[in-house]
């Protein structure tokens, strides 16, 4: 959830912005952002939807790139900014755990991007049913956007790891869905009431999973699928997917056990 | 019909079914079992192991939280799918202390074999 003053500096983006028009970029060293990286960083954990934020530094140098709820999904066009060859590492990266290893490609690049910045600007582009639209400053329509978080549609991430594809046929059949890309959720769809007990197994399986010692926990990386299902009367299942460290639950109606059953077995054909 | 006998048949039904053990989750033990080829001592033991744990012990528990259900009624049934074999476990609805192992290739109708263990499991109780 947004907080209080990062909203209110966005509508004061917003006033700023106000003579903005289509296709232009606004401002992203609004008054207190001193740090260009902190400004730039703070535009795609903000980012909810799929969106392509195109930065712009001193220099002219542009990077383009895909983000949705603060991940990086892709560098996209345009791109003057000369990127290391590692920049595919940026790929999948969660601007939310910056404190991690594993995103020092991220932080670097942008590092380097932003040095000596005083001004630093954003285009935003939000990508919908592969139409784009530009968007300069945010929409008034945006305003809300931080409070409707239950009622998003949360971007599964296609192709970023072997249980996609079965997570993408499971969602629209599921009551609840969560998935975990090694420790860290990397999407979740469905109430709160159900995703809630969801995320407190997978806490509860991680715990006991760091628990056992690495012979074992290397046997878990074979594909598997794990259903648990409670009195048939009751009728509520509770699945767990598993390969090369990533994790699918999924709480769904027994009633469609045979459905759940053939999207597992097609995903691993 | 003996239990034994039970299970046999249960196995002939479907061949893709490699073990079955009729076991008591309460003590731990397999009570009986009906195998393609003779199963080790240690094996039965083994999967029983696991029928506890899913259906009566820690992950049980931790999935039964998720259900939220107030009268805590528990887990009835574990399918567990890997690249070699399937694993199936179903709890007793008459007696919940009474569970039906059973470990099948990939080939096996999962759906038919779990309606067919169920109503078989809840007849076996008393005569193993």
Same mark, same amino acid.
């Given at each position: 959830?947004?907080?209080?003053?990062?909203?209110?500096?966005?509508?004061?983006?917003?006033?700023?912005?106000?003579?903005?028009?289509?296709?232009?970029?606004?401002?992203?060293?609004?008054?207190?952002?001193?740090?260009?990286?902190?400004?730039?960083?703070?535009?795609?954990? #903000?980012?909810?939807?799929?969106?392509?934020?195109?930065?712009?530094?001193?220099?002219?140098n542009?990077?383009?790139? #895909?983000?949705?709820?603060?991940?990086?999904?892709?560098?996209?066009?345009?791109?003057?900014?000369?990127?290391?060859?590692?920049?595919?590492?940026?790929?999948?990266?969660?601007?939310?755990?910056?404190?991690?290893d594993?995103?020092?490609?991220?932080?670097?690049?942008?590092? &380097?991007?932003?040095?000596?910045?005083?001004?630093?600007?954003? #285009?935003?582009?939000?990508?919908?049913?592969?139409?784009?639209?530009?968007?300069?400053?945010?929409?008034?329509?945006?305003?809300?956007?931080?409070?409707?978080?239950?009622?998003?549609?949360?971007?599964?991430?296609?192709?970023? &790891?072997?249980?996609?594809?079965?997570?993408?046929?499971?969602?629209?059949?599921?009551?609840?869905?969560?998935?975990?890309?090694?420790?860290?959720?990397?999407?979740?769809?469905?109430?709160? #009431?159900?995703?809630?007990?969801l995320?407190d197994?997978?806490?509860a399986?991680?715990?006991?999973?760091?628990?056992?010692?690495?012979?074992?926990?290397?046997?878990?990386?074979?594909?598997?699928?794990?259903?648990?299902?409670?009195?048939?009367?009751?009728?509520?299942?509770?699945?767990?997917?598993?390969?090369?460290?990533s994790?699918?639950?999924?709480?769904?109606?027994?009633?469609?056990?045979?459905?759940?059953?053939?999207?597992?077995?097609?995903?691993?054909? | 019909?003996?239990?034994?006998?039970?299970?046999?048949?249960?196995?002939?039904?479907?061949?893709?079914?490699?073990?079955?053990?009729?076991a008591?989750?309460?003590?731990?033990?397999?009570?009986?079992?009906?195998?393609?080829?003779?199963?080790?001592?240690?094996?039965?033991?083994?999967?029983?192991?696991?029928?506890?744990?899913?259906l009566?012990?820690?992950?049980?528990?931790?999935?039964?939280?998720?259900?939220?259900?107030?009268d805590?009624?528990?887990?009835?049934?574990?399918?567990?799918?890997?690249?070699?074999?399937?694993?199936v476990?179903?709890?007793?609805?008459?007696n919940?202390?009474?569970?039906?192992?059973?470990?099948?290739?990939?080939?096996?109708?999962?759906?038919?074999?779990?309606?067919?263990?169920?109503?078989?499991?809840?007849?076996?109780?008393?005569?193993?």
């Open positions: 959830m947004t907080e209080l003053t990062t909203l209110q500096s966005r509508i004061a983006s917003l006033t700023q912005c106000s003579d903005s028009v289509s296709g232009r970029y606004r401002d992203l060293m609004l008054p207190g952002m001193t740090d260009g990286l902190s400004a730039m960083r703070l535009e795609i954990e #903000e980012t909810q939807l799929l969106r392509r934020l195109v930065f712009q530094n001193d220099t002219g542009t990077i383009g790139i #895909e983000v949705a709820s603060g991940r990086v999904l892709r560098v996209a066009e345009p791109i003057t900014h000369q990127l290391p060859a590692e920049c595919a590492d940026l790929i999948g990266q969660d601007l939310l755990e910056d404190h991690h594993q995103i020092s490609a991220v932080v670097d690049i942008f590092r &380097n991007f932003c040095a000596g910045t005083e001004t630093l600007r954003v #285009e935003s582009h939000i990508l919908a049913e592969k139409k784009e639209t530009s968007s300069v400053g945010i929409p008034g329509s945006k305003l809300c956007e931080p409070f409707l978080d239950l009622a998003k549609t949360p971007e599964i991430l296609s192709g970023q &790891n072997d249980l996609s594809v079965f997570a993408e046929r499971c969602a629209p059949s599921a009551t609840a869905i969560l998935g975990l890309e090694g420790d860290v959720i990397s999407f979740e769809l469905g109430p709160d #009431e159900f995703l809630k007990p995320r197994v997978a806490d399986e991680q715990a006991k999973a760091s628990e056992k010692p690495g012979t074992e926990r290397s046997e878990e990386s074979e594909p598997n699928c794990i259903i648990l299902s409670e009195h048939p009367a009751n009728g509520r299942s509770l699945l767990r997917a598993t390969a090369s460290g994790q699918v639950f999924v709480l769904f109606d027994t009633t469609a056990l045979t459905k759940f059953l053939t999207f597992w077995t097609e995903s691993r054909v | 019909m003996k239990l034994a006998e039970k299970l046999d048949q249960l196995r002939q039904k479907f061949p893709e079914c490699q073990t079955l053990a009729f008591d989750i309460s003590t731990g033990m397999v009570l009986c079992s009906s195998a393609d080829k003779n199963s080790r001592q240690e094996y039965l033991d083994s999967l029983c192991d696991v029928a506890v744990d899913m009566n012990g820690d992950s049980a528990k931790r999935v039964n939280d998720a259900f939220a259900r107030e805590d009624a528990g887990i009835y049934q574990a399918i567990i799918i890997e690249t070699a074999e399937i694993g476990f179903l709890k007793s609805t008459n919940p202390s009474e569970a039906l192992c059973c470990v099948c290739t990939p080939g096996i109708e999962l759906e038919a074999l779990i309606q067919g263990a169920r109503e078989n499991l809840d007849e076996f109780g008393g005569d193993p």
